[in-house]
């Protein structure tokens, strides 16, 4: 495998650089932590979709489409793809009540429907959700070092950990919006044209790749059903009603520019699968006998591009990488400072509240990449993430929003006793097996529904489009609920704080 040159390397220190001095930058907008977490709600329709791809398109992604793609052909569009159809789910579903509330997380949507103690058991949910997404791209950040540029998996996770560290930080949602920007500007650069157009070059041109692929390489179906379906149970359900994906919605500067924003993000991260699915089939071509398929992205740079483009086909690996980790980091500082910290103890001074979260996205940051060193392993990370958040969140909050009236117990109940399955067949059939998450929305939606039907205490939620929460006609506040708040599942009235 061709070495990267001098040129490459600065292209890659300048950018990881660049990335720090954003969150300098940035630091002096993030003077309330509505600024801090969401970015002001202030962010526009381009520089929205931006964020919005930025944030989805991670390791997993960019590494595993590629390597789908050499194994499997143009079956990889089902990873990418599923991904996609997620987000543009998420489009329509911006359409609901949710887009109005202004709150900094979905667990805090999750207590307005079925009381503090979901929204607590909802935040832990997600947390664990976040965090384990955080180590991912921690691992596959020091994989791309380690594979690149010869340096130890240990040092890159820590030099990736410490880099995405430092700006969320110092700059927090506006930072992570900021440095998003430039992570697309650069994905697109050196992914979606400069990488396919060269490997495209490389075996003679389009025709001459068609002819060269082997046949099975464009059967759709040649990854297999039960990969097909273990990744729309991963990711479907998944990124409708994570955290960092709700986050970002909450930065637009009005519902409609969300809705229009993630659509085209839905469009744009289609647009990247394909650019890799493509880079993926030229290598096949080219090198039919990669000794390591894991290895498919990293190969196909040095492969089908010059010295100084590997520098930014390198900055826009981890570009995908950084993104996503910035996600999840915030993400989880912002859940357990808004639904944890503030929940119990409201009224914390702004500058108190900033620096709250800080100190907690350090500990986070921190304890990733200690996770990363530990695990080293993308997918079982993943595993752990995706059976949390899709088997324990997806069924109530997702109808929370779209029935006219719920019950605070199907919530509650449904959260407990889908999280104590995902749990105990975590515990039965391993981490990365597929039962916790599939009996995990079983039950979760079982309780839900039996619970919902038969309990008479139902409420009605209404939210105004300026944000106002009505309970059963009762304006609600819209600060953090106080520890005296009576359940709201009981007589669905809030003290107001």
Sequence with gaps: ?????????????????????????????????????????????????????????????????????????????????????????????????????????????????????????????????????????????????????????????????????????????????????????????????????????????????????????????????????????????????????????????????????????????????????????????????LENPDLAFATATTTFTPMGIRGVLLAAALAAVMSTASSEIMGTATVAFNDLVANAKPGIPEKQGIMITRCIAIVVGLLAIVCALWIQSVLVALDVAYAFISGCIFIPLVFAFLMKQVSARAGLLSLLGSFLTVVAFMAKDGLSATTPIMYGMLVSAVIFFLVNAIDKKKHTVEIQEDGTVYIDGVKQERKPMKSTEVMVGKNMTAEKA
């Design 1 to 289: 495998m061709a070495q990267f040159s001098t040129l490459d390397i600065i292209i890659v220190i300048c950018y990881l650089a660049m990335l720090v001095c954003v969150g300098i930058w940035t630091a002096r907008k993030a003077k309330t932590t509505e600024d801090f977490m969401v970015a002001g709600r202030s962010i526009g329709i381009w520089r929205f979709t931006a964020a919005m791809a930025a944030c989805v398109i991670g390791g997993s992604l960019t590494m595993g489409s590629s390597t789908l793609a050499y194994n499997f052909g143009v079956g990889a569009i089902w990873l990418g793809g599923v991904c996609a159809a997620s987000i543009f789910l998420l489009s329509l579903f911006l359409r609901t009540k949710l887009t109005n509330m202004r709150i900094l997380s979905a667990a805090e949507g999750f207590g307005v429907f079925y009381g503090p103690y979901a929204r607590v058991l909802s935040a832990v949910v997600m947390m664990i959700y976040l965090f384990m997404v955080a180590v991912v791209q921690v691992v596959a950040a020091g994989t791309i070092m380690n594979v690149m540029f010869g340096l130890s998996t240990q040092v890159s996770m820590l030099i990736g950990g410490v880099v995405v560290l430092a700006y969320v930080v110092i700059g927090g949602m506006w930072a992570v919006t900021y440095t998003d920007i430039i992570q697309f500007l650069i994905m697109t650069l050196g992914i979606i044209v400069l990488c396919p157009a060269m490997a495209i070059h490389s075996v003679g041109g389009i025709g001459a790749l068609a002819e060269a692929v082997p046949a099975t390489h464009l059967n759709l179906g040649n990854l297999g059903a039960a990969k097909i379906v273990a990744y729309i149970f991963l990711y479907l359900p998944g990124f409708l009603v994570g955290q960092d994906i709700w986050q970002r919605a909450f930065t637009a500067k009005s519902p409609k520019i969300a809705r229009r924003g993630t659509a085209l993000a839905a469009l744009y991260i289609f647009l990247y699968t394909v650019a890799l699915i493509i880079i993926g089939l030229c290598l096949v071509v080219t090198i039919p006998d």
